[in-house]
Structure formats: C-alpha cells, structure tokens
C-alpha cells in the first residue's frame, strides 16, 4: 500500500509563497491519481487540488484558482502543491490523498481517495 509523507509547510505572511511536496513510497506511483486537500481548525477537510496519473488532468478548488498550482514527477514519486498570494484564510493543516487510477480526469471529492498522509500545517498571518 501506497504511504504518503508530506513537507514543506510553515508560516508566512499574507502575499508570501510555499511549495508543499508529497512523496509515496509505492513504485507504481504513477498509477494513482492524487489530491490536496485542507482543513482548518472546527472545519471540514475540504478539496483544494488534484491531478490524474500523467499529470495532464488538473482541478482546483475556485478558492485557489490562479493562485495554486498542483504538479507531479513520476520519477521521483512525488507531487508538489505550489502555493502563491496566500490569504490568511489558506491557513489550515494540507493533507495529500492518493487513488489507484488510471482515468483521465482527476478525483475532487474526499471519499474518491482511499491513502491519506497525515498532513503539514499551513499558517498564514495577515
């Protein structure tokens, strides 16, 4: 089964930039189509961004369009959420999420994934 490990969160200030990484531990990782999401404190976790297996599909939440961009190297087993003009209100831990799939579009709802890994918290101060 898939693991999911991901880095590269911290504290920022509004305007500022992250870059989020995702990196699997399964081989096949090219075979699963992977996803963003977040949840804020007495919040859901909600959708944010995902990508299909070859990386040609993308969705992003209206929240983060034009702000967000969501990437993949198979090579390197892992998946990066680039992060741009953050908003206080993009505070939250992000977690990436994993599917066995080889469809050509991209799962943007949280019960369509099946690996979680156990998230990076996001803090943006205005």
């Known amino acids: 089964q898939v693991q999911l490990v991901e880095s590269g969160g911290g504290s920022v200030q509004a305007g500022g930039s992250l870059r989020l990484s995702c990196a699997a531990s399964?081989?096949?990782?090219?075979?699963?189509?992977m996803g963003w999401f977040r949840q804020a404190p007495g919040k859901e976790r909600e959708f944010v961004a995902s990508i299909n297996w070859s990386g040609r599909s993308t969705s992003y939440a209206d929240s983060v369009k034009g702000r967000f961009t969501i990437s993949r190297d198979n090579a390197k087993n892992t998946m990066f959420l680039e992060m741009n003009s953050l908003k206080p209100e993009d505070t939250a831990v992000y977690y990436c999420?994993?599917?066995?799939?080889?469809?050509?579009?991209?799962?943007?709802?949280?019960?369509?994934?099946?690996?979680w890994g156990q998230g990076t918290q996001v803090t943006v101060s205005s």
């Open positions: 999420a994993a599917v066995r799939s080889l469809g050509g579009g991209a799962p943007t709802e949280r019960h369509e994934y099946d690996r």
């Open positions: 399964e081989p096949t990782f090219s075979s699963y189509a």
